[in-house]
RNA sequence: GGCUCCUUAGCUCAGUUGGUUAGAGCACGGGAAUCAUAAUCCCGGUGUCCCCAGUUCGAGUCUGGGAGGAGCCA
């Protein structure tokens, strides 16, 4: 038995002070797509998760509430584990960065690139915003209400000096350029591996990586007073999870280096320049991808605190259904793009391509094998050339949707499954089993039984987008639970004439809520 | 200010190395069918392919300029 190949994706860790909304429930509900597709599919899976609990404002927030601040991120990281029972996540484990084990990956890897000779103790002057966790230039400074500096985000910008730590990332511009050089899919989508390679082909400055000026986080090995700059911090966390600093640890050795990084356009500088440095220059393996994808708007309007319109996936859930929602948000727009959620949208894909298209086509054929075969599998005869025709496709989908996958273009995984359910449809059509009932019975078992097939494997396909509706096809296929993986989309897993079906049951309902409410 | 990307049917987008009448889905109109969640199937039109100029026998596809939009950096 050859051992299954690992496949390690992470989604970001999400800021505890952050309230989650449909943008987050999105970042991790792609991981978890293209997760589920790899289990599915043989391979050794890991997916990752977190939350990102240290820096001056969770501390500041903290104050703020009267509590010290781990209870604070106690009760606060909530939010964000509460969002794997709502999405119906499969991530293999939730990390914090106020774990005991991440504050020693954070102090091992800080000690390797000092070892290394890539940190050095100066001291940094300059503009800093807490609400930025920020650092910026004189001139890009803006003037407030009262004279008073801020940044160019409107949030307040104060004069800091003070000793700090600092990464040469000045040293490691030919060592990334190379690194983005070996894979040329290495940062997706293209649009963004442009605006990496112009970064670092640029005047790359070294880093400031501490802070002496609070305390809730990590402290530097031997120098305590200096506290890491939280994206030292958060990056790290990929390596805490899968069991760094001991790398000759099971979990280690099989996971590192991650497959995917998954981030918002808005972190892809820390983790596609400053993270494959660090990791380099600690002397481990960088990260093989990082995907970038883009930011939902809401009805036309950038999701903001001041208009409020913030959507928590809860309430997408509530009134359209998990599996609709979570099928909207992988298909309604190329991966990697920004794309806009509206009602109106929402609707129309749950009613076209999952009520009408997929769903239809299920309860059609299964309501016909309940009535006319007894609700038994039927028993095909010779297949025709119509019957290949449906059915190769189908057989070929598997190999199709892994090449989409394999670069994270999961509406385009989607869009060829919908293909073969066109097929499918347009084969009822045309065969019109119904009319074979009163001239050819057994040609009519032969169609009912092909299709049946056919809404097997693309039950079984569409798992990773829509696990509970698919689940639900196939209990009315009868297809037993150890049959529900790639590997039974083989003549093999065909399904067994004369097996007893339960009565059907649609499993994509057509939206039923008010009409105008958007 | 420098750089990157984008601008194609009402909407969301495909358009490979330049080559005959520019495509898909949704929406819209007509027809067929009646197994099914009134779902399905067939047929149909619309496009100054952002603008201008150039290269070419020939450009949505290349070059230059311009307009609008998004983003990265200073």
Redesign the pocket.
Known sequence: MAEAEAYYITTPIYYVNDKPHIGHAYTTLACDVIARFMRLDGRDVMFMTGTDEHGQKVAQSAEAAGIDPLAFCDRVSQNFRDLTPLMNFSNDGFIRTTEERHTKACQAIWQAMVDSGDIYLDSYAGWYSVRDEAFY?E??LVDGPNGEKMS?FGAPAEWVEEPSYFFRLSQWRDRLLAYYDEDPNRILP???R???L??VK??L?DLSISRTSFDWGVPVPGDDKHIMYVWFDALTNYLTAVGYPDTEDESFKTYWPADVHMVG??I??FHAAYWPAFLMSAGLAPPKRIFAHGWWTVEGQ?MSKSLGNFIPPHDMVEKYGLDQTRYFMMR???FG????FSHT?MV?RM???????????????L??IN?NCEGLVPSPGLLTVDDGALLVPARELVDKMRARIDVQAIHLSLAALWDV??EA??Y???Q????L?KTDPERMATVLYVLAEVIRHLAILAQPVVPEAAARMLDQLAVPEDQRSFAALTEAGMLRPGTALPKPQ?????YAGPEEDT
């Not at 793009?337 to 806009?340: A, E």
């Not at 649609?506 to 057509?510: A, L």
């Open positions: 230039g001139d890009e160019p293209i649009s963004r442009n605006e990496v112009s970064f640029g005047e400055r356009k808005d892809l500088r950038k309604e727009l190329p793009n920004d794309g806009n949208a129309n009613n076209s391509d999952l009520a009408n298209d997929f769903g239809n086509l299920a309860q059609r054929v309501s016909m009535k359910v066109g449809n347009r009822v059509d045309t019109a089993p119904w009319a009932k649609g499993v994509f309902p057509r």
